[in-house]
């Protein structure tokens, strides 16, 4: 029996000694088969979201995250659109917006449909910077809480307590 792996992203067999990285490629794979006017709208959000600041930019699934702390927005790559959904602490109105669903207690998925590289302007952009924002505070709150509540603590850590003896 030949010696290897299935990989659990792609389910592709890989023998023992072989490199895989199907990981990094499939950023590329996902907007390979755009038609141009989508390839040159994914290139500008991408471009849009990289003059925000440092994140990662990673593909999982069928999509193509964009992420600070957390996942601020990502492109969901369609036949004849580009879904994208923004991340933030309200829901959007107007002709632009798909869909607004909750997706935690502090957060709602605006979803819309992006076609053609000039629709990627102000107000997208905005609402992209606005999620890339509110990430950063969100993680300074989860920060302050954490410091709050081991400031706060009656009884002492486990390991301060003493370890019972056997």
Not at 111 to 135: F, G, K, N, Q, S
Not at 143 to 152: D, I
Request: glycine letters at 4%; charged letters at 30%.
């Amino acid at each position: 029996m030949e010696r290897g792996h299935e990989c659990h992203h792609c389910k592709q067999w890989i023998a023992a000694g072989e490199t895989h990285d199907c990981w990094s490629a499939t950023e590329t794979a996902l907007t390979r088969d755009l038609h141009e006017d989508l390839q040159d709208a994914y290139d500008r959000l991408r471009e849009a979201a990289t003059e925000l600041g440092e994140q990662r930019i990673y593909a999982s699934h069928h999509s193509i995250m964009f992420a600070r702390r957390a996942c601020y927005f990502f492109v969901r790559p369609k036949r004849a659109w580009l879904e994208v959904c923004i991340f933030l602490d309200r829901a959007l109105t107007g002709p632009r917006i798909r869909r607004a669903d909750r997706a935690s207690s502090t957060r709602v998925a605006n979803l819309l449909r992006v076609t053609h590289r000039d629709e990627v302007e102000a107000p997208i952009t905005d609402w992209m910077r606005e999620a890339y924002e509110l990430v950063a505070e969100s993680g300074a709150m989860v920060n302050k809480a954490r410091g709050r509540v081991a400031a706060t603590r009656t009884t002492p850590p486990p390991q301060a307590r003493g370890a019972k003896k056997r």
